[in-house]
T-cell receptor
C-alpha cells in the first residue's frame, strides 16, 4: 500500500462548482497533515494544515478522519484560478520531520 | 511576506560534474530541507538539517550528496558527480521549528538538467 494515496484525476469542473478530493495514508501513527497546491513546474505552496477538528479557510474546508486514515479537501465556488494540482502531504512518522507527498490530484476549472 | 529563495533557477551540467544548488531559507526558521521532483513524479524528501547537522536523510541521499550551511543565511546542496537520473527539480524548504505541526515553506526550485 502506498504511504499517501490520491486519485490523480483530472477533475474537470465548471466555475462555481463544489469539488472534493480525498487522500488516504498508510501509517496510523502519522501526526501532521497538509494540503499543498502545485501549479505546473512551480513549487508546492501550503494551502492549509489539516487538524483533527477540521478547519476552514474561506472556500476551502479540510477534514481528517483518523479512524479511516483519510483526509479530504472541499473547494466551494470553484474559480478558474483554482486550477492546479492538489497535493496531500503527511508527516508519516512521529519524531520525523520529512514530509511524504501524494502524487497529487489535478483540478481543471472550466469557464 | 518572507519567502525561501533559490539560485540558480536552472542549471545545466554534464554527467560527472559537480553542482551546488543554493538556498536562502526564511530568516527566523530553524529547520531546512531539500526535496526533489523528477518530471511527472511526486515530490520526494532528500534531507533535513537542524543546528548545523543532518537530522534525517532518505535513501536517495547517498554519498554523492552533501549539504552545508556555510554562513548565517545560505543553505546548499552539493551533488559531487552528477548522473543522468539526477535531472529533476530541487526544492529547498524551511520550517520555523517551534510548531509541532511542522509547516514547511518551499522555494521556487532549481531545475537541474544533466546531459
Amino acid at each position: 500500500r502506498k504511504e499517501v494515496e490520491q486519485d490523480p484525476g483530472p477533475f474537470n469542473v465548471p466555475e462555481g462548482a463544489t469539488v472534493a478530493f480525498n487522500c488516504t495514508y498508510s501509517n496510523s501513527a502519522s501526526q501532521s497533515f497538509f494540503w499543498y497546491r502545485q501549479d505546473c513546474r512551480k513549487e508546492p505552496k501550503l494551502l492549509m494544515s489539516v487538524y483533527s477538528s477540521g478547519n476552514e479557510d474561506g472556500r476551502f474546508t479540510a477534514q481528517l478522519n483518523r479512524a479511516s486514515q483519510y483526509i479530504s479537501l472541499l473547494i466551494r465556488d470553484s474559480k478558474l484560478s483554482d486550477s492546479a494540482t492538489y497535493l496531500c502531504v503527511v508527516n508519516i512518522d512521529t519524531g520525523r520531520r520529512a514530509l511524504t507527498f501524494g502524487s497529487g490530484t489535478r483540478l481543471q476549472v472550466q469557464p | 511576506e518572507p519567502e525561501v529563495t533559490q539560485t540558480p533557477s536552472h542549471q545545466v551540467t554534464q554527467m560527472g560534474q559537480e553542482v551546488i544548488l543554493r538556498c536562502v531559507p526564511i530568516s527566523n526558521h530553524l529547520y531546512f530541507y531539500w526535496y526533489r521532483q523528477i518530471l511527472g513524479q511526486k515530490v520526494e524528501f532528500l534531507v533535513s538539517f537542524y543546528n548545523n547537522e543532518i537530522s534525517e536523510k532518505s535513501e536517495i541521499f547517498d554519498d554523492q550528496f552533501s549539504v552545508e550551511r556555510p554562513d548565517g543565511s545560505n543553505f546548499t546542496l552539493k551533488i559531487r558527480s552528477t548522473k543522468l537520473e539526477d535531472s529533476a527539480m530541487y526544492f529547498c524548504a524551511s520550517s520555523p521549528g517551534q510548531s509541532s505541526y511542522n509547516e514547511q515553506f518551499f522555494g521556487p526550485g532549481t531545475r537541474l538538467t544533466v546531459l
